[in-house]
DNA sequence: CATGAATGAGCGTTCATTCAT
DNA sequence: GATGAATGAACGCTCATTCAT
């Protein structure tokens, strides 16, 4: 049952989100999210408690997709096996530069902003790392294994893409380009894994 | 430059860099750092010209700081040629666990402040880089090769530091085991780069 | 519109315009705006989108009722022709000695506050004028010379109401005299005009 | 005894008119003036007791001016008498144009400021207007009448000229002109007097 | 004679939020 | 379901001024 086609509270979202990428942290206030969607401030209040609990929604928006962008790309690549660990790392940093916006405010968000995050809903962010750490080492390995090497996996796809979309990497280096790279160094980091500490 | 007994631009800039890692960057008010240090909020002005110089001061601060760190591990490993990359990456990762304050104040400014930030200040991240990509390629190769590979290697322990900074990754990877793993995916990361597109 | 039983913005309005005149073009801040009207400072921003929004408001109030006034003088003075250019030439002064913190806020604003003014809002300025110069001269003057006329007229009834209003004249002179005997000068200066740069 | 060259008193209220003219009554900040004189803010207070002491410097110097310039007018004139009258008029509308910064601050001051201005100073005001009354009616007329007939002509003469430095007179109408017209109006102004108010 | 350091007051403005309607 | 009015707090910043040196 739809709710009629005015509902604010996905155009309140969708705003705040369009917001934050393209203006960057400082302008989402609830007035200019307010201006931009047609309604007035207090408007915003009947479908999120306060502001913090509008970025949660983007946070939480954003881990959803997260998922399930690498569980189609996974379950697409169950046929091709000893492959699913490239198509998992394509499919993030894909995901990561496709929606930059909500990359940003997933691992953007500063310690502050951190602490008020009710830490049950980071329980995706595990799920994301398993389904990497499986499709790496198998289902066979341990946990514990599992996890850290899908943490390798993540850190070397992740200080690339943030780097990227802060825009600190120079222009003579193609972003795309890196971000290739970086994948097939987080593989190759999980095949050389067990060997780095017996170097 | 002033000498009174409580000097207090390093004090205004301690406490700028300790608001902006322990509560975030909207925490950094120049009335908050008076309050905290104890001065009024005009005093701020008699030695950062507005707020942005007083960012800016700290990223230079760190990347000088980082810089000589950087040229100390490499000039001491100038002895043991063929490890100084290693040594240069393992320089990085100290640093950054040593100095997170520093680190995060480099890295943690979005693109909204920085591009109010002199660009030609970032020459010295670009030397930060060269160092890098020197000590992995050697001086033979060409600039824009160097700058790749540096771009890489920088990419994976940027990664594993910053989410370990930002207190991403779960307690049951130890901290400075996974940073110890990526200096060595960085190293690889250089080894096999070459590689890695014809693959 | 709002319509809340202390309705703000003419107080804001009013409250304004007695600053500006009693303390000086200094003392008008908008927090001692809001002190003496009994809100806070923000409130203001609710009827005006700036502070220069609320003196432009100001100089527009005040020429709205000069034309107002002109134009019921000079309805009320087309039975008498011959005459008209002293009726309106005292309903301007009227109009400046009943309603003198209008007339002090149209005229003590500065070039630098001036040129932020919206210059399409000065044609009722020239209308004053047109109205003036035609009751001087008549409808079959040129344009140029019924503007350069009125603005002779206006010029000496201007000097002494503005002197009048800044208490510069000796307490020896009576003002409304001198307001009437430079009525009376504005109105020979007219017939005299044409042979000033002859004589 | 001539002071040192870079004495700083006169130095400071040069620069205190040229920003008074050149960017408005609000750029005249006592750091301001400092930074444009090459001393600190502080110095400044060594010369003037506190900054209604400088304007008042200025406008002091500003009526000795005026004095000054209309006395020579007047001298000059002495061997044309009859024209006396026309001489100092037109040497009063010279003075204003040529040093409309100092015209400003002597006549644009707010009821505040001149509130804390020492009326005996005024008395300079008091002798140009004398010298203006006697040029007009010769020193056989009464004090009175000639205060009041000096004051219309003053009124005629400073009307144009406000109105003119504040840029509030269209741009078909030239300033010149219109002063030259005015002078001569403020002129026909004592040759009516005494018929006004008989009429 | 002049300064460097510092301050308290105030500026225009924006913020997230409340609440009666 | 949504608004208009209003607010307290904070923002970055400039001001005139003081005072020990």
Same sequence: chains 1, 2, 3, 4.
């Avoid at 899908?150 to 280096?173: E, N, Q």
């Amino acid at each position: 049952m739809p709710r009629s086609a005015t509902d604010l509270k996905p155009r309140i979202l969708a705003e705040a989100r369009r917001l934050l990428v393209t203006e960057g942290h400082g302008a989402l206030s609830t007035r200019r999210i307010a201006r931009e969607v047609g309604c007035t401030a207090p408007s915003i209040y009947l479908y999120f408690a306060n502001k913090d609990a509008l970025v949660h929604a983007l946070v939480d928006e954003g881990f959803q997709l997260l998922r399930a962008h690498l569980e189609a790309a996974h379950a697409e690549a169950a046929a091709r096996p000893g492959r699913s660990v490239e198509a998992l790392c394509q499919a993030y940093a894909d995901f990561a530069l496709a929606n930059p916006e909500y990359y940003e405010v997933m691992f953007h968000l500063g310690p502050a902003e951190l602490s008020r995050y009710p830490k049950e809903r980071y329980r995706v962010q595990r799920a994301v790392l398993d389904l990497i750490g499986r499709a790496a080492l198998g289902p066979g390995a341990g946990p514990e294994r599992t996890l850290r090497t899908a943490t390798l996996i993540w850190s070397s796809l992740h200080g690339a893409i943030s780097l990227h979309l802060a825009h600190r990497i120079d222009k003579s280096v193609r972003g795309p380009e890196l971000l290739a790279d970086a994948v097939r160094v987080a593989v190759q980091a999980a095949r050389l894994e067990p060997t780095l500490r017996t170097e």
